[in-house]
């Protein structure tokens, strides 16, 4: 893959769009994130590298609005046991790269590193990866129609992931 | 201290358990010897290794073991160690060999484990030593398949594989039954999920019919929640019949009976259970029906189990065609695998499906095992108080309807972990076939 060579006034843009996005995930405010996300929107967190589908193979999320409606819903719920717990994360985001540039309306997909601790249940667990977002133009900033998470352990033995990396 | 069998058999009575059965890493020592080395322990589908030299690797208990399928087509389950100084000698999940070479010095042994070949071999002549005594081979495990589920043992005197499940590999039956060409195959890859507590606590959990409401309250009363603020004429998702019915009353779960059996096996449902009102794919109906006709395929389709437990290492789901896989690490430590299967000649839908289920409920990132997982935990920690010994299992003893084989009770019953304990007694004491 090439990086589309663009503006560093776009290259700007994108950043403070995935740093606001990851800010959402720190504290983390659900009902917020959501709301970065097109209608068709879907997140992603493959269970192997390199993963083509997440219909035919299993993955470790794959949500539609419909689920994430569902989940921002869980998370608050008082009857969830696994949520009573703080949950805290730190986003560190990187190595951002504009892969593909639709001139025309400013769509683009962007892959990114990024290291994230995430604090739960009186323990730190780190995780690190990929993310690949395709972003749709909306006014002046973007909204999400896809944001895959490859972690580099994707495929190990994992704990509890209790909210989207 | 060193446990007496008397010591151990009053660690189980009839309607309790001594909480040292999941705390005491000793125990779980001896639950490794006794049991995980004694009965029937599940390895793989033998449709992970597809090919000549494919190969799986798992620990059997605490022992790494590689099922692999040999030059005659012939699947082994084979302790995975070289026959010279113990060195594993395969250490990647998977993959194709065309022969096993140990990556120390070289000893090579053919797929079936026998030793083939040890580098400079003028060295051992006159030394006593004997390539061809079978010690230096790699050993092989005793094992024997049900329709392509590959199960192994270290016990000689192990009955065979379907006396051992009895009435259970009905389920097994149904299972691969489903499948329009009567086979199933793994499909879909696995999710490995690490859970910190004993063993014990998540195969009692299989049956256990009087926590999904509390549970799994939060994920069914969110989805339920977000369901009502969507157009009535919203087009139909399978999450919306997965979901709801972890939430079932008393009552519906009371009615769909749990089953136990000897060996410490045991399902809840068949009539009925929380997978029975899926909507049928009309592809997969009419693949049904071409290969079994409208009576059988009613037959198959109208046995509806929710978990079955063939204790201690496999549970399976055969009408969502997912299986969990039990390896115990230590005993606050266990790693639950999740695997789905495709039903040979079903459309992919029925795949798709599969799927999701595993993702929506088994996945790490689910909004319902995180649940169940953190009863686990809490119940591994509280344990750990001596404020009481004992865990009781009271519900409906004096109840359930003994059978010659098997015995039956209502839906909430403890029958079902009556029964693992009654087989973990047996197996524990040594008075086990």
């Known amino acids: ?165 | 201290m060193s446990y007496t069998e008397q010591q151990i058999a009053e660690l189980v009575q009839p309607t309790r358990v001594h909480r040292k059965v999941y705390t005491d890493p000793e125990i779980f020592d001896l639950e490794m010897e006794r049991i995980w080395a004694k009965t029937w322990i599940y390895i793989g589908h033998e449709s992970q290794v597809p090919d000549k030299g494919n190969y799986f690797t798992l620990n059997y208990g605490r022992m790494p073991v590689v099922m692999v399928r040999d030059n005659d087509d012939q699947v082994h389950v084979l302790h995975n160690r070289c026959g010279h100084k113990g060195v594993k000698l395969v250490d990647m999940p998977c993959g194709k060999i065309p022969a096993f070479r140990c990556c120390y010095h070289g000893w090579r042994y053919r797929l079936d484990g026998k030793l083939l070949g040890v580098p400079h071999m003028s060295g051992y002549e006159g030394t006593g030593f004997d390539k061809d005594d079978p010690q230096y081979s790699m050993q092989k495990l005793r094992s024997e398949s049900l329709r392509g589920f590959v199960f192994a043992t270290m016990n000689p005197d192990a009955p065979d594989l379907r006396t051992w499940m009895g009435g259970a590999a009905d389920v097994m039956d149904n299972l691969c039954d489903r499948a329009p060409e009567g086979e199933v195959e793994a499909a879909g890859g696995v999710l490995r999920y690490e859970h910190e507590c004993n063993w014990k606590m998540f195969i009692e959990n299989l049956n256990d019919t009087m926590h999904p409401m509390i549970v799994h309250r939060s994920v069914v009363d969110s989805a339920l929640d977000y369901i009502k603020t969507l157009p009535e004429d919203s087009p139909r998702r399978d999450e919306a019949e997965i979901i709801p019915p972890f939430g079932a009353s008393y009552e519906v779960f009371e009615e769909t009976g749990i089953t136990g059996f000897r060996y410490g096996h045991h399902y809840d449902g068949g009539k009925t259970s929380i997978h029975a009102d899926y909507t049928i794919d009309p592809d997969y109906k009419a693949a049904m029906l071409a290969a079994y006709g409208e009576k059988r395929m009613w037959e198959i389709l109208s046995f509806n189990t929710h978990n079955t437990l063939y204790y201690p290492s496999l549970t399976i789901k055969s009408a969502v065609q997912n299986i969990r896989v039990v390896r115990p690490v230590a005993y606050n430590k266990t790693v639950i695998e999740t695997w789905s299967f495709r039903l040979k000649g079903a459309p992919d839908s029925m795949l798709k499906r599969t799927l999701l289920y595993s993702r929506l409920i088994n996945s790490n990132g689910s909004m319902v095992g995180p649940d169940d997982l953190t009863a686990y935990f809490r119940a591994q920690e509280g344990l750990e108080s001596p404020a009481s010994d004992w865990i009781e299992m009271h519900r409906n003893f004096g109840h359930d309807e003994q059978h010659a084989d098997r015995v039956v009770g209502k839906g909430t019953s403890d029958l079902d972990v009556r029964t693992q304990y009654g087989a973990w007694r047996e197996f524990m004491t040594g008075e086990a076939a």
């Open chain 1, 1 to 165: 893959m090439t990086t589309v060579v663009t503006s560093n006034e776009r290259i700007r843009q994108i950043e403070q769009f995935l740093y606001r996005e990851a800010s959402y995930l720190d504290r983390p405010d659900l009902d917020k994130w959501i709301e970065l996300y097109t209608d068709d929107g879907t997140y992603w967190m493959p269970a192997v590298p390199d993963q083509e589908d997440p219909h035919l193979h299993i993955s470790l999320f794959y949500d539609d609005r419909v689920l994430m409606e569902v989940r921002r819903r869980n998370m608050t719920h008082p009857a969830a046991a696994s949520k009573e717990y703080t949950i805290r994360a730190s986003h560190i985001i990187s190595n951002i790269r504009v892969e593909a540039l639709d001139e025309a309306t400013g769509n683009c997909t962007v892959t990114s590193n990024f290291h994230c601790f995430l604090y739960y249940r009186d323990k730190q667990t780190p995780f690190a990866g990929t993310y690949t977002h395709d972003l749709v133009r909306d006014g002046d900033s973007y909204k999400i129609r896809s944001k895959r998470v490859d972690l580099i352990n994707c495929d190990a033995a994992l704990n509890t992931i209790i909210i989207y990396i």
